[in-house]
C-alpha cells in the first residue's frame, strides 16, 4: 500500500490558507454539500458518481456506524473541500494508521492552502490517535497531487503496488474452502 509520512509542514512550500477557511468535522447537516463535492471528485477523477444507494450507504458510514471519519473545510459557509479516512492497523509499529481514502478541494479553491489545511488536521487527527503513519494512494498521472504531498514530506513507496478485488472476485475467493 502507498504509504506516506506528513513531516515539516511549512508555510514556506504551500500557500497560506484562505482567509475564512474552517476545517472541521462534517455533520449531519453537511450531507448535501459533501456528496456535491464526492461527486466532482469522481469527475475529476473521470469516475461513474456514487449511486443513490452507495450515496445512502456511505452517509451511513460516515454518520450512523462512524466507521469513516469526515473533515470539511469550509468558506463562506459552503463545503470546499473534504478528507475523508479511516484508522488501518500497522502490525509492525504496532500502532494505528490513518489512511485517507479521499482529499479533494473544489476547482476554485485548489492552490489556497486549503488541502494542506485538511492534511494538518488529519495529521492532528492522527497524533491524537496514536497512529505511527498515515498512507493514501494518488492516481499516477495526478502529478500536482503528488507534487503537493512531496512537498508537504510525504514519500512516494517504491516496493509496495496496490491490489484490488471486486466483488466477483471476492465471491469467488468466499466460494473456496477454507478449511474446517
Known amino acids: 500500500m502507498p504509504s506516506a509520512r506528513l513531516l515539516n509542514y511549512s508555510a514556506a512550500r504551500v500557500a497560506p490558507v484562505l482567509r475564512g477557511v474552517t476545517v472541521r468535522r462534517g455533520r449531519r447537516a453537511d450531507a448535501r454539500g459533501f456528496l456535491r463535492l464526492l461527486t466532482s471528485l469522481a469527475v475529476f477523477e473521470k469516475l461513474e458518481p456514487p449511486t443513490q444507494p452507495a450515496r445512502r450507504r456511505i452517509l451511513g458510514d460516515i454518520f450512523v456506524s462512524r466507521r469513516l471519519r469526515l473533515l470539511l473545510a469550509v468558506h ?105
Open 76 to 180: 463562506g459557509g459552503r463545503p470546499v473541500g473534504y478528507a475523508l479516512y479511516y484508522f488501518t492497523y500497522s502490525s509492525f509499529l504496532a500502532k494505528p494508521t490513518l489512511y485517507l481514502e479521499d482529499l479533494f478541494v473544489d476547482a476554485k479553491h485548489r492552490g489556497l492552502g486549503v488541502g494542506g489545511a485538511l492534511l494538518a488536521r488529519c495529521a492532528k487527527e492522527a497524533v491524537a490517535a496514536g497512529c505511527g503513519r498515515m498512507e493514501w494512494s494518488v492516481l499516477n498521472w495526478n502529478t500536482k497531487a503528488a507534487r503537493f504531498y512531496e512537498e508537504l514530506g510525504a514519500r512516494r513507496l517504491s516496493d509496495w503496488s496496490v491490489y484490488r478485488m471486486d466483488s466477483a472476485a471476492i465471491s469467488e475467493l468466499a466460494r473456496r474452502p477454507s478449511g474446517p
